[in-house]
């Protein structure tokens, strides 16, 4: 779920700006009249574990609102949004089981070793999951940064997978070109995460229909995990929770975050 000035929203993710001045260009999908926490209490009464309270922007709304989150179900939720080896360990204490950071560890448009490194000194590998989102370019794909506007000079391939996984405990991977626009998953992408990715992995992006989970099951050879959003109808969509919960419940191998 996005936190975005206190309220619990999904975004096209390729309408992201990070200048105020582009803050109306957002496409929202949905806003919730439900709390951040009370999400969080609903994925806790469910058993769902490792789903994701993301701060869009630094305002004090969006903070406050994934806080109250991570207060609502401690060691149940990842934190991501703003993330650094400064503030890092503050959202461990809060109650976050991991903390997710792209553009900190990516910075430039490039991989910064030593932030990296400083934040597995501050949380540990076993809290961080990287945050390598990415989009096609020239055919291959980019991980990119800065609310997913700025391509990075690093691509996802086996041996970036195998050197990022020494200091992660987990990634998660948006396919940008298709997150939020509810018209199918990135099977690609899908399929080169479940080939190449030594540690768990989950991937999020345009999952529409219960189909779209077998798919990725397939596609990611039973080793790809997968996050819902926008399709959920407890997030305005046409996809019931209770049968992606059945689904996740049937398929207990394959791991469900929200």
């Not at 949004?81 to 553009?103: F, P, Q």
């Not at 990119?144 to 506007?149: E, K």
């Not at 041996?159 to 996984?165: E, K, M, N, Y």
């Amino acid at each position: 779920m996005i936190c975005y000035q206190g309220k619990v929203k999904q975004i096209v993710g390729s309408t992201l700006r990070d200048s105020k001045e582009d803050e109306t260009k957002l496409v929202t999908n949905f806003e919730s009249d439900k709390s951040a926490a009370e999400f969080a209490d609903l994925y806790k009464e469910d058993g769902l574990t490792g789903g994701h309270a993301i701060m869009l922007g630094a305002d004090p709304l969006s903070q406050a609102a994934a806080i109250k989150a991570l207060h609502a179900y401690p060691g149940g939720l990842q934190v991501g949004g703003g993330i650094n080896s400064e503030n890092s360990l503050s959202y461990i204490e809060e109650g976050a089981s991991h903390v997710i950071v792209t553009s900190y560890v990516f910075n430039n448009g490039q991989m910064d070793l030593e932030r990296l490194k400083a934040l597995v000194r501050v949380v540990g590998k076993q809290r961080l999951v990287l945050d390598l989102s990415c989009r096609k370019k020239d055919g291959k794909y980019a991980i990119v940064t800065d609310r997913w506007q700025k391509f990075s000079d690093v691509y996802l391939d086996e041996r970036v997978l195998d050197f990022l996984a020494s200091y992660a405990d987990e990634f998660l991977v948006h396919g940008v070109d298709v997150e939020g626009k509810k018209l199918g998953i990135d099977e690609e992408l899908v399929t080169l995460l479940g080939m190449h990715s030594p540690i768990p992995v989950t991937y999020a992006g345009g999952v529409t229909t219960m189909a779209d989970l077998e798919k990725i099951k397939v596609a990611g050879m039973g080793r790809v995990d997968v996050t819902v959003g926008s399709a959920l109808d407890i997030f305005g969509g046409n996809l019931l929770y209770k049968d992606v919960l059945a689904w996740h419940q049937t398929h207990y191998d394959e791991a469900l975050s929200i």
